[in-house]
């Protein structure tokens, strides 16, 4: 991909918007040393020291500002290219003095992310790590935050070179088999293709898994909180986020809408989605909808809280309700809380249900815990977080190219002739959609769309 | 002053709030090398190269970011004292991690203006030069921002310590008088004395007179629109902006309430004020409100445009209003404004009379120029923006300065003896007075409330 506008220099404000103490504009490209002399005045640009602060004056047609700057020579710089950051006094106006300036020596203004584009075009990162700078400055949790800075750092990157330098060994070995049939090299037997291929394969499927672990970690685990009427669903809502969000009331069927709030379990960032009452009919239309809203959440939910209020015997109507729920949450963890612990216990615990009070605080962090553990049920969630996919873009590439390897055993499976051909083909499709992830072969488009994401000045 | 908290390391986040390329986080202090060096796991602060950057990772419990820090040796330092940089990712999250982990050290979040104000007591510079900081951060306009970095360079602290010399000159010798009489000193007599006296408070009293002009730079000019009703006022308006902000329409007394609307005269920041119709009489209570509105906007206005419809001839009625609108400007220039110069011309126009067309824009740019040469009435506008005052405090500080002069001045003229005891007592509170300005004497109270009002990180 050709960088929008060939080698000119580029400037933008990388700071963000708004009065503060700093503003900082960067500069990159061949230029970028002569255009900031000339700004501060510099009778060159060897009046730079590399990586030095230099100490001056800004000045447009009148002086503009006092200023540090210090030049980054390539291509050692963060762009691969000549760079030169300068810091001026935080004011809109003058930041925006000085960009005119720039432009008008004949800087271009930057686009979004095209600093970083250009780390990536010099060869300073692959694709994902780039990616990985818009992720990190979005990070708003621990988990993406660390997701993002082990991308930066080459994690993923790692793991996809790997999966793929393991395609290409079979593809190699394969295509021995179609070139070379007469010499002696050890020819790969179909039934030691097939399985090269499965555990490839699976082990793409284990990463795929992690989609959902990458999600929760972006935007939190969704927590659907069910039961029947006056169970206290919305009690142990507040007492989840520590302070009091829904309306709690002895009255049964308070909570008509479902009700969602942001919350940090643990470690555990979630959104906390309090629901209508759950009855065996419903009295009128009105519950009805409440009701089908309640099984809408737990459609889109990751786990469920089934509450139970413990201070009361089951009844036939609640285990109806409670076998829906379990019935709905298909093959999503529920975990069953008995309520109400600080009342004498009317219900005796089944095996994993949990004992709280919302009321009293009883309990709620061992609830919490088990939340965690449900989530991640290796239960080396340190592990999985590296692990995990964090954009919708690797997403898809790693699923076509998981797709392209369970054709290609299919087709060593199917075909006793001409297998190797059929393999082959589908190996590199699967290598192409890989070497997508880190950049290699990446489509011109898919790589505007990636930086167009970002912020200016990155 | 003693800063607050003595010589603890202060810490700061130096950027604006919210998501961009970079951050920065300014650390000061005796410890601020040592912390840096901590957060980035270097053996020692002496693994900083004075002014150099630095590429590392900065951690918390585990790593936060890949940051760039630069540190910058006391006294050569912004501040005065160990000063260290930090720039990482725009990221909030990192920003508030990095912050943490600094306070966990032993740093100090670091108050409004904190930074400014260690250097101010570090003698890096004095109070107006540590005022012109967030001055130049606030500054939203072209004379503004100039203003300020005049008085960040120094420019107004020479013109209060010139002043405050000739003052300090003149007690001197007065003392002389005072002390030793006899001594072949040359005494001073008291018309000397008066004569000095009135030189300088004539030089302060011209200082003072520039108030207005600095008001004009931060807040704009407020040029009042007024005439009789279907002149067209609210055309004017429109055609001065450029776009359509009043609602224009051919029945008369359509403004009722007064419309402002900041605009760009040339270069000259302003206040535009659309005013309801003057009439001799008025026809009922909401019109009269109506008017008493406008001459309010009169009188707080910097410059009248007395708007005539020059298409019809002048009757009693209009001359009635249009003495009232003088009488009531006062001392405030006035420009007269023949409007609807696109149709036939039935006023003869009397001298300083300007001819202009709101509709068709014929003579706008005639009467732009005729508002910025009224309200610099020297015509050596550039040269009246560095001795503008730019702020309430120093205003008041000469304003007392100058009236212990003349007060100085009244002894001298009105005591034929003792008058040395009492021009001295008023000479050393106008020396007081100006000391106050560049922060020489100024009580804690004030400095407090200055830096106050700074934005953190600076």
Known sequence: MAPPGGNETIAAIATPFGRGALGVIRLSGSEAAVLAARLLRLPSKDSFEPRKSLLGRAYGETEIDQVVAVFYPGPGSATGEDLVEITCHGSTYILELLMQNLLAFGARAAAPGEFTQRAFLN??????QAEAVAALIGARTE??????LNQLEGECSRRVRAARQDIIELLVRI?????HPEEDIPSLTQAEACSALGRSSQS???WLGSWDQGRIMREGARVCIVGRPNAGKSSLLNALLGFDRAIVCASPGTTRDTV????RLGRLPSVLIDTAGLRERCADEAEREGMSRTERALDGSDIALLVIDGSRPIEPADRAVHERVLAHAGRRPVISVLNKADLACRVAPANGDLRISARSGEGID????????RLSPSGHCAEDETMAISSLRHFECLRDAHAELVQAEEAVRLFPLQWEDKAASHLRRASRCLGEI???GAPDEVLRTIFSRFCVGK
Not at 123 to 128: C, N, R, T, V, Y
């Open 123 to 128: 060869g300073k990162m692959d694709l994902a």
């Open 143 to 148: 988990q993406a935050h660390r997701s993002a």
């Open 175 to 179: 295509e021995a088999n179609l070139d």
């Open 204 to 206: 793409l499927a284990r």
């Open 260 to 263: 969602e709030e942001p919350a």
């Open 366 to 373: 061992r609830l919490i815990e088990e939340i965690s553990r």
């Open 438 to 440: 880190i950049g290699e």
